[in-house]
């Protein structure tokens, strides 16, 4: 499947638009549509259910090392500026950029690749933010302009191999930029801090700035004693939270893969240091199976463990989970989710100010005066085992999702083209999402055979009768065939049919979207029958 015709088919049925479009839009945000927000409320309540209100506390699960709580917490997206301080977002929550002094364009440093070549006894190297085939077709069009050629003269250019990264590159007075005419127009890579800056208050003083928050994770850390004393948890417990993070990306791009307004499902799970190891592994495989459960299958997803050199530092395990986006060259992944073992990290942030790693241990940073750079709260953020009598700051597991990185595989694994019997029984294409019944935005659709007969009158009255418990269509307009097609691209389980034998017995036909398979119920069943399959 191309990227494109999923894009296309998301505008047309209305499961994702650009943000303020007839302005042109704006790049990095994106607006759900009426099909687009049932879908991702839906990703994001099989999320909670499954992670917080269904959870079993009294028993242990599969893989689990004990039983465990969890409870959930709605925090602001604006929080104190000391916050971001503490957990390093202010110091450190940047990406390298790269700017070009002719197009004005700015581009993530360690996002532009490019190819040497020689020609006309000149040797350049052409950069670009494309990747695989679509990066060597980009570079070759860019060097022909340069050099002035046509492209049946493609020959007299002399690559030097694949597409490979800039970094290795120390001056770039031969770079010839993605949107540049000249060469050298490159700057020398910098720092880009990715937080919204935004101002609380009538005056717009450095006192009073504050940050929209980049990670919801933070108002879980800073309200663990509130948890504690609110509740009768005990560690291992975790707190989870969704909701709007944002970030200053200098590309946004692929959809809403990267964003700069974006959702996000995080837990921060708390538990004991001698047991974080095996609640990291039980997490990470949890997580994993969330995904599979719901639709994400086969080849296309993977666990992906971090080589240490990869680790934060402060991190003692990472494992990103991964879909293969078909807007990725073949063989890349994208992340879909981070599971994290943060240690002590947070909690002692906050307690004793911002840390930074020395040998292997995290030490408070001091300034040149020999304080802490940025002092922490002084709160005691511990955890008293009154069975144990134990004393400890917890160990911190942390899956982090982002829900509309979650929407958007879903939307990729669903889409699928086969063959159907078009109105007339001639097998047609058939655009179909193959939706887990879950998350589909529209359950099920209902329709009168022909509008006449007293057909849509039994057809609105089932309607009636399944609206108060689940998400259903009604629809009478044009012939069966074409609804039942517009249906399978809304990625709709079941269709409902009332046909002249509904008149005579009170049977309807449910038809399965994937099967196609077509049943006979009586009317007064077909509720239990939808409930029973949807589960
Ligand atoms: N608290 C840890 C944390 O925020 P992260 O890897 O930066 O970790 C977690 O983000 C998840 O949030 C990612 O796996 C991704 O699903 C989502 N996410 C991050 N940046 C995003 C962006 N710019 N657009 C859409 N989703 C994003």
């Known amino acids: 499947m191309e990227m494109d015709t999923l894009v296309a088919l998301a505008k047309r049925r209305g499961f994702l638009f650009q943000s303020s479009e007839i302005y042109g839009g704006l790049n990095g945000f994106w607006d759900y549509g009426p099909l687009g927000v049932e879908l991702k409320r839906n990703v994001r309540e099989a999320w909670w259910r499954d ?3 269904g959870h079993n506390e009294l028993e242990v ?9 969890m409870v959930g917490l709605d925090t602001t997206i604006i929080m104190h500026p000391q916050v971001w301080k503490c957990s390093g977002h202010y110091d450190m929550f940047c990406d390298m950029k790269v700017d070009c002094r002719e197009s004005k364009g700015r581009y993530r440093y360690d996002q532009l690749q490019g190819r040497w070549l020689t020609c006309k006894g000149k040797r350049i190297f052409v950069a670009t933010e494309a990747v695989g085939e679509e990066g060597l077709a980009d570079t070759q069009r860019k060097a022909l302009k340069f050099f002035d050629l046509r492209p049946k003269a493609a020959e007299e250019l002399e690559w030097e191999g694949d597409l490979t990264s800039l970094a290795p590159l ?20 910098r720092e880009f801090n990715l937080m919204f800056e935004t101002y609380c208050g009538a005056v717009r003083d450095e006192q009073n700035k504050a940050f929209l928050r980049p990670e919801t994770a933070q108002g879980m850390f800073v309200n663990f004693k509130n948890v504690l004393d609110s509740t009768r948890v005990k560690v291992p417990f975790g707190i989870a939270q969704m909701g709007k993070s944002f970030r200053n990306e200098i590309t946004p791009r692929n ?6 307004e974006f959702e996000q499902m995080e837990i ?10 095996a609640w990291y592994q039980y997490w990470r495989d949890r997580r994993f199976k969330w995904y599979t459960d719901l639709g994400l299958a086969g080849e296309r997803l993977r666990l992906r463990e971090h080589a240490p050199e990869e680790l934060s530092h402060y991190s003692c395990g990472t494992a990103d989970i991964e879909y293969a986006f078909p807007f990725l060259a073949p063989g890349d992944f994208g992340e879909l989710e981070g599971v994290a073992h943060r240690g002590d990290f947070d909690l002692r942030s906050h307690m004793e100010g911002k840390l930074i790693r020395q040998g292997d241990q995290l030490v408070v940073e001091l300034d040149s005066e020999g304080k802490p750079r940025y002092r922490g709260s002084g709160r005691d953020l511990s955890y008293f085992d009154d069975e144990t009598r134990e004393k400890y700051v917890p160990h911190v597991i942390e899956p982090s999702a982002g829900a509309d990185r979650a929407t958007l595989a879903f939307l990729c694994e669903a889409y699928c083209e086969d063959e159907a019997p078009d109105e007339h029984g001639k097998p047609t294409k058939r655009v179909v999402m193959r939706f887990h019944p879950r998350l589909a935005p529209v359950k099920a659709a209902v329709f009168p055979l022909v509008k ?6 039994v057809a609105k009255a089932i309607y009636g009768a399944l609206k108060p418990h689940l998400a259903v269509f009604y629809d009478e307009k044009g012939a069966v065939g074409r609804r039942y097609r517009r249906q399978d691209e809304a990625g709709t389980p079941f269709c409902i049919t009332v046909d002249g034998q509904t008149l005579d017995d009170g049977t309807v036909t449910i038809r399965d979207r994937d099967s196609l398979k077509q049943w ?8 239990d029958q939808l409930q029973d399959r949807l589960k």
Request: aromatic share 10%; net charge negative; hydrophobic share 30%.
């Open 51 to 53: 992670m917080v209100t």
């Open 61 to 69: 699960p599969p893989g689990a090392p004990s039983a465990y709580e």
């Open 170 to 189: 120390t001056a770039f007075e031969d770079v010839l930029g993605p949107d540049a005419k000249t060469l050298g127009t490159l700057t020398e890579p």
């Open 255 to 260: 959809f809403t893969f990267r964003s700069r």
């Open 268 to 277: 921060e799970f708390f538990c004991h240091p001698s047991t974080s190891r």
């Open 452 to 457: 006449k007969d007293g057909m849509p009158e």
């Open 520 to 527: 006979r119920v009586k009317k007064e069943e077909v509720l």
